[in-house]
Structures are given as C-alpha cells and as structure tokens.
C-alpha cells in the first residue's frame, strides 16, 4: 500500500517569511496529490491540489511543486501570515478520494 | 449548500457503551468516507461507502467497528462496546460521482471520549 511521509512535524516562520513542507509517497501509481490544512478544532479543508500530469501549480502565496521520479511533492507557502498558523496535511491518492492516505501532519507556528 | 454535516460534535461514552456517529453528506454527493485521527496524528483511512454499499472496508478494526450509508438518511460510523483507544476525531467526508480523482470534503468531526 501507499505510504506518505511528511518533514518537518513542527515549523516555526517568522511573519513573511517563506513556508516550506515536504512529503514523499512511495506508490509510483498515485496521481493525485491535495493539501489539507486544519485549524485547531477545525476540519480539514483543501488549499490546493496537484495531479500528476503537471510539475507546479501556484494559487496566489501558496504552490506545490511535484517530483514523479523521486516520488516527492512540497508545499511552499511564500509571506506568510499569523492566519497561516495551523496543521498542514499532505496526502497521495492512487484511485480518487477513498484512496487517500495522509502523512502525519505539519504544525506551522507563523510568529508576528 | 450545507457542506458535509456531522453529529454530534462531541461524544462522551462510559466504556463498555456503543458510540453511534452520523455523517450526511454533500447534497449531490454519493461518496462517503470516514476518517480516524487520533490526537496529534494524522488522517486514517477506516471506510468508504457508496449508497446501500461498503466499497473499500481496509481501515476498519475487525471487531466491534460497522458502518452503514443507507438508501434514505446519513452515514453511521457504530463503534460497540468502546474502550479508551477508541477516543478520537472521527472525521466524515463525501464526494461527487465524478470520473477520476476529486476532492473530498470533509465535515467537523465528532470528537469522541471515552471515560
């Protein structure tokens, strides 16, 4: 089965700085690759989404790049912001939503 | 549109109880999933269900976990006879009947305790 890792578990930014979360995946079959952010308390919400056939996709301060030879995707969120602060999911799916398997998380602590 | 609805919010159960919670998904969504996460951990897969069907059950405990998305009403996620491991978010999403791969959204959880 797949398996998802993501580094660091805890990132500490000051305001404006950049953002940099990384995940690897090791089923060469997921094409599917969203990020999931989530506010204490809260539920997990999309922020952007890449599928296999492009390399980058950018909404605004937030891109994700992708790697399909090293099996690797990363979440670069550029001036960051106090409202940025929460937990970052990655996740890799090979057949659609019911195939998503998650890594274990990123506390991102933006300080002002 | 509502979004993906969970009751309740909160579940406190005696241990030995059965835990019962809902999932009514997206209007138009025919794809339900439910999720685990424990407390500082991640999202686990436990169960996929279309209407009146389970279609991938691989994340589910063998014992004392069922989960049912009947013709007609939510989604429910039963847990019998809990035990202390069992406390955690339990976090619903849902899916359009959409070819190829598509967001799921998820609902608010219901943060259950056992005692």
């Known amino acids: 089965g797949e398996n998802v890792e993501q580094h660091p578990s805890t990132l500490s930014v000051q305001e404006g700085d950049s953002a940099v979360i990384k995940c690897t995946y090791s089923?060469?079959?997921?094409?599917?690759f969203p990020w999931y952010k989530q506010e204490l308390g809260k539920r997990p919400q999309l922020i952007i989404d890449?599928?296999?056939?492009?390399g980058e996709k950018k909404d605004q301060r937030i891109a994700v790049t992708l790697n399909k030879t090293a099996k690797h995707f990363s979440l670069h969120i550029t001036e960051t912001q106090p409202e940025d602060s929460a937990v970052y999911f990655c996740a890799a799916s090979s057949g659609g939503a019911n195939n998503l398997f998650f890594g274990t998380g990123t506390r991102l602590t933006v300080i002002p | 549109n509502a979004g993906v609805m969970q009751n309740p919010r909160h579940l406190v159960r005696r241990r030995g109880q059965e835990a019962r919670l809902r999932c009514s998904p997206m209007?138009?969504?025919?794809?339900v999933y439910w999720y685990r996460q424990l407390p500082e951990e991640g999202l686990k897969f436990m169960v996929y269900l279309q209407k009146e069907n389970i279609i991938d059950e691989s994340g589910m405990p063998k014992e004392r976990f069922s989960a049912e998305f009947p013709k007609e009403g939510p989604s429910i996620l039963r847990i019998q006879q809990v035990v202390r491991g069992d406390s955690a978010a339990y976090f619903c999403?849902?899916?359009?009947?959409?070819?190829?791969?598509?967001?799921?959204?998820f609902g608010q959880g219901t943060r259950l305790t056992v005692v």
């Open positions: 890449i599928r296999s056939n492009v």
């Open positions: 089923d060469s079959a997921s094409n599917y």
């Open positions: 999403a849902s899916s359009p009947v959409v070819q190829g791969n598509t967001e799921a959204f």
């Open positions: 209007k138009g969504h025919s794809h």
